[in-house]
Each structure stands twice: as structure tokens, then as C-alpha cells.
């Protein structure tokens, strides 16, 4: 309730004319700048006055200047663009801080450097100690790896680069791995290992092990590697994910979020951040998913949600599940087979009925249900749920929200099904450029064009989309995904994947902006330069509005500002 006074108590004092109002002097005003509001009823702003945590006034130079008392900072933005602060819509916080300690492998171009990378690293590491990377994707390089699998090559150079460190490689999308021989020891598998339900254990025709662990199947190398972590004491790992929370967050400010969707935390880590946020050492906002509890679990909900803490710098008020995996996998569940890998449908990789009892979980506990579903068959099996439970929603103007992650491959009979059923479409516009050389491979030149990637199409049916980076799948930088969303072209060798379904310059930014709070239900909060809201606000080299389109890629965070404190300055 004080939150709404406090909204509505700003709304009356900027109604009033400067010259009169009685309110406080803003700590900060922001003037001389070119403004992207993304408020439709306030688009003409060269200046923002912002008091605490909030703007309270948006106007000319002259007029909001006129607002300014003895202590006021008044910064001159110098003609540059500002916006509102980037909304990440779709990443993962604590797998983002671990990608910057460990091997980053997702701009390496050749086998062949993963290994040199593994040796240099087993070369100042104590035996037995583990060594982790991740961003490896067999369809990005540019040289042959040697014999392979589905394209994946053998692990005896990796097991050769590090005999007596057990290593463990993660695929780009984070639905796959690679392990070497020490790791495949220490966690049992053999050549007998049976494949899990949902899962592969990637041989070759001899039943050979490649060393590659598909979606479920990765759980078997994972085991020793929790086991391994945890031999840490409570304060070690305590320090430890600290330190993870604040490399993801340095990272963040530096490319102007202000604000980062969490796609799926356990409650041991959401704890930890609970603990962070009352401290006041969160440096920006999180909202938080729920990572896909067991059945066992699902009454630890009944404490969910948790909206604002510490002082509106955590929400968690979202379960995420996964119904299947990734395209370049051959996880993504598909209706009809792989084009390239015609004795498969990919993988679903949560029984159906295990996400309806999370779905009917989150209809009790007021949660958003947010469910990753890649293949249109998967996609489709998503939408069948929740049409279930938007019938049965007692409030249907501000709807559910719930939210399908990723919806890559569509089939065009389940593109209105969104609008229909006031599902979000969370999508990340760089997963599409990324993609692109693979895709038509991977599902043909049909299907590839009437459902990868739908975003035109789905705009155009009315339905809500998001947008962000998937970090650390891709890096957790909005402007390329920005430039992505309105080219749809690769920026290294200018191919371009079906152009008719990009979005408007103003759409690639509302997605992340407006249209990601609108998402997290915190569009009254967050997402456009409107007073009442929070300061969250980015100021950029270059006018991502009117620019050229290659220019987006070539723009500078200049400063980050998050309720109204410079947090990151260049």
C-alpha cells in the first residue's frame, strides 16, 4: 500500500507546474540529453529530475533545471542517448559470475584450441582438481576437429591435454558436455553406462564413447563435480558465490543492465541473494525464477512469492521447468524428425505430466509458471498446459504471465495460441543470428522460415514477447542482441535469416526494456522513463534509435545508473 501512495503522491506533485510545487529538491538531474522514454504519452524529454530512488520529473532543459536546490547534482549529458536501463529478460546470474572464472570457450573457433586451452590450464593446476569451462558449440568452428559424432569430436585429445585433471566442458546452450577420461572414471561411465530417460550418452557405431553427455544424460558426470564442490565448508561456499554474484554484476553494469531475470535458481541460492539484498549487496535488480523443483519440493513454494526485498532489489515470483533441450543439441522435442538426424525427434526431457504438477503448483501459490520449451512440439505441449490453467485464471485482465523460454521453432498453427491464452513469449533475438547457420540444417528450409525464430509473426497476432541473452549461452551484452532483433543479421559474415520477422528499431527496444518488465509484472515499477518509477537508467555513445544499423554493435555504455546512483561510469 505504501508503495501505491508513494506512485500516486509523485503522480500529483508533477501535475503540478515547477514554479509551484513544494516537494523536496531531486538529488540528481539529468539535462542536455536525448532521451528514448519508452512512454508513448511522454516521448519529448531532454531533462529528468530524480529524488531517492525514483524520477519525480521529466521535462525540457529549462523547465526541470528550475527544480534544482543547493545540493542538487546537476549533470549535463552532453547530447548523448539515454534510455531506460537494459532489462535482461532471460539469463543466468550465477552461471554468468562462474563463466568468468572459469574457461571461457564461446568465441574459441577450433578444437584444437580447447585442448591447448585444457593443457595450459591441468599445467598450474593441483592433480585431481577439476577444471570447468563452458561456451563450445562443434556447428561455430572453422576446422575440422578430427573423427566425430553428430559432429561432436572424441575426447582422447581432451583426456591427452589432462590426464590427471578430471575436466568437464559445457556446450554453449548448456544442454550438453564434455567430459575426459579422468571425469568418465571418477563418475563410473563406461561402455555399458545405459543411456537416462532424457538424455544421451553420445557413441559412436562401435559403442564407443565420444566423451559427450546429452540434456539428462550430463547428471552422470555432474555427480563427482558436486561431490568435489562440496567438500567446501558452508562459509567457503558462501564466499565462493558471493564473489560469482559479484563478477555477474560488474559485468552487467558495464553493458547497462540495470535489472537481470534469473532463469532458474535453486532455494540454496536464493537464499544466498536474500541475504544479499537485505545487506544492500546487490548492485542490481534480480528477479528469480525458482529452478525446476522435484515433487518433494513443491510445497517449499508456499513461501513464494517474495516481491521487493531489500528495498526493491529482489523479486523471486517464478518457477522455471524444462520440458526439452536445445536445437543444436538435437534436444529441441520436435514434431517431425531432424532433417539432418532423420532417426530422431530430439529430446523431452521432463515427463509431461511432471510440468503440469508445477504448472498446477504455481495456479496455487500465485507463481509465474515458466516452462523452456525450444521444439515446436514441445512448444505445443507447453501451450496445452497452460490453456488449461488460463481458463481457470479468476484474473484475466492482468492475466497469468506465465511464460514459455526460448519458443524457437513454432508451428504456425500455435503462433496465435500466445495471444490467446496471454502467454509471454521470452524469447532472445542473438539466439537467432547465433543459430542461423545451423537452423535450416537442423529443421529444413520450410519449417526453418514459417517458425524459427517467429517474431514478426507473433507481434502481429498480439502477443507479449521478451527478450534477452541467455547469458552465459551468449555473452550478456543487450546491443548485439538489440542489433539482431532489427537485422536478423550476423554481424561477421552478413548472413541474413529470414528478415521478414525482424522487429521495428522501437520494438528491439521496447523488448528490453518495457516489454521485459511487462513480463516480471513490474511495468508500474520499471522499463520506461516515466515519473514514479525507479531511476534505472543507461546512457549510451550512440542513438540506438536512429542510428545505422551496424552503429548498434559499435555503441559505448557510457554510464549506469540504478535508482538514481551512477553504478557504472566509463
Wanted: hydrophobic share 40%; aromatic share 8%; with cysteine.
Amino acid at each position: 500500500m505504501l508503495r501505491i501512495v508513494s506512485f500516486v503522491t509523485c503522480l500529483i506533485l508533477i501535475s503540478c507546474s515547477p514554479a509551484t510545487r513544494k516537494s523536496p529538491a531531486p538529488d540528481l538531474i539529468l539535462v542536455n540529453g536525448n532521451f528514448f522514454t519508452a512512454d508513448s504519452a511522454n516521448l519529448q524529454v531532454s531533462a529528468v529530475a530524480i529524488q531517492g530512488e525514483r524520477i519525480v520529473a521529466t521535462g525540457t532543459d529549462e523547465e526541470i533545471k528550475k527544480l534544482a536546490g543547493e545540493k542538487t547534482e546537476v549533470m549535463d549529458l552532453q547530447g548523448a542517448f539515454a534510455m531506460p536501463g537494459f532489462i535482461e529478460g532471460h539469463g543466468h546470474f550465477s552461471g554468468l559470475g562462474k563463466s568468468l572464472q572459469n574457461l571461457n570457450l564461446l568465441h574459441v573457433k577450433t578444437w584444437q584450441e580447447i585442448t591447448g586451452m585444457v593443457a595450459e590450464k591441468a599445467a598450474s593446476t593441483p592433480a585431481g582438481e577439476w577444471i570447468a569451462g563452458r561456451g563450445w558449440h562443434q556447428e561455430k568452428w572453422n576446422t575440422s576437429p578430427g573423427p566425430t559424432v553428430n559432429g561432436y569430436p572424441y575426447h582422447d585429445a581432451l583426456s591427452a591435454a589432462s590426464p590427471d585433471n578430471p575436466v568437464v566442458l559445457y556446450h554453449a546452450s548448456g544442454h550438453g558436455l564434455i567430459a575426459n577420461a579422468r571425469a568418465m572414471e571418477l563418475a563410473g561411465v563406461s561402455r555399458e553406462t545405459s543411456d537416462p530417460v532424457g538424455g544421451r550418452v553420445v557413441r559412436d557405431a562401435r559403442g564407443n564413447l565420444t566423451g559427450v553427455f546429452e540434456e539428462n544424460a550430463m547428471d552422470l558426470i555432474e555427480k563427482p563435480f558436486a561431490a568435489w564442490n562440496d567438500r567446501r565448508s558452508e562459509a567457503e561456499k558462501t564466499a565462493a558465490f558471493a564473489k560469482i554474484a559479484e563478477l555477474a554484476t560488474e559485468a552487467c553494469l558495464a553493458r547497462g543492465i540495470t535489472s537481470f531475470q534469473d532463469a532458474g535458481s535453486s532455494f540454496w541460492e536464493i537464499g544466498q541473494y536474500r541475504n544479499m539484498a537485505a545487506s544492500g549487496q546487490l548492485g542490481l535488480r534480480l528477479w528469480v525464477m525458482i529452478s525446476q523443483p522435484a515433487q518433494s519440493e513443491l510445497p517449499q513454494l508456499a513461501a513464494f512469492p517474495q516481491v521487493g526485498l531489500g528495498n526493491g532489489y529482489l523479486t523471486v515470483r517464478a518457477v522455471k521447468a524444462y520440458l526439452d533441450g536445445a536445437l543444436g543439441s538435437y534436444g529441441a522435442w520436435l514434431l517431425a524428425p531432424y532433417a539432418d538426424k532423420p532417426d530422431s525427434y530430439g529430446q523431452n526431457t521432463t515427463p509431461v505430466e511432471s510440468i503440469a504438477a508445477v504448472a498446477t503448483a504455481c495456479e496455487q501459490y500465485g507463481l509465474q509458471c515458466c516452462v523452456h520449451a525450444i521444439g515446436d512440439r514441445a512448444n505445443r505441449e507447453v501451450l496445452n498446459i497452460f490453456e488449461t490453467a488460463a481458463g481457470k485464471d479468476k484474473n484475466k485482465e492482468a492475466g497469468l504471465r506465465w511464460r514459455i523460454e526460448h519458443a524457437q521453432h513454432l508451428d504456425p498453427q500455435d503462433i496465435p495460441r500466445f495471444a490467446q491464452l496471454g502467454v509471454i513469449a521470452s524469447m532472445q533475438a542473438i539466439h537467432c543470428t547465433s543459430d542461423a547457420p545451423f537452423v535450416e540444417k537442423r529443421l529444413g528450409l520450410a519449417r526453418a522460415r514459417a517458425g524459427a525464430y517467429a517474431w514478426r509473426s507473433l507481434l502481429d497476432s498480439g502477443a507479449h514477447l521478451a527478450n534477452g541473452t541467455d547469458a552465459p549461452v551468449e555473452e550478456v551484452d543487450p546491443l548485439p542482441c538489440i542489433y539482431a532483433a532489427v537485422t536478423r543479421k550476423r554481424a561477421d559474415s552478413g548472413l541474413v535469416f529470414f528478415p521478414e520477422q525482424k522487429m521495428t528499431r522501437e520494438e528491439g527496444l521496447l523488448s528490453y526494456t518495457l516489454w521485459n518488465a511487462y513480463a516480471a509484472f513490474e511495468e508500474q515499477e520499471k522499463g520506461s522513463i516515466t515519473p514514479g518509477k525507479l531511476a534505472d537508467i543507461v546512457v549510451l555513445s550512440t542513438d540506438l534509435l536512429h542510428c545505422a544499423p551496424e552503429d548498434i554493435l559499435n555503441a559505448q555504455v557510457l554510464k549506469t545508473i540504478v535508482g538514481g546512483r551512477i553504478r557504472y561510469s566509463r
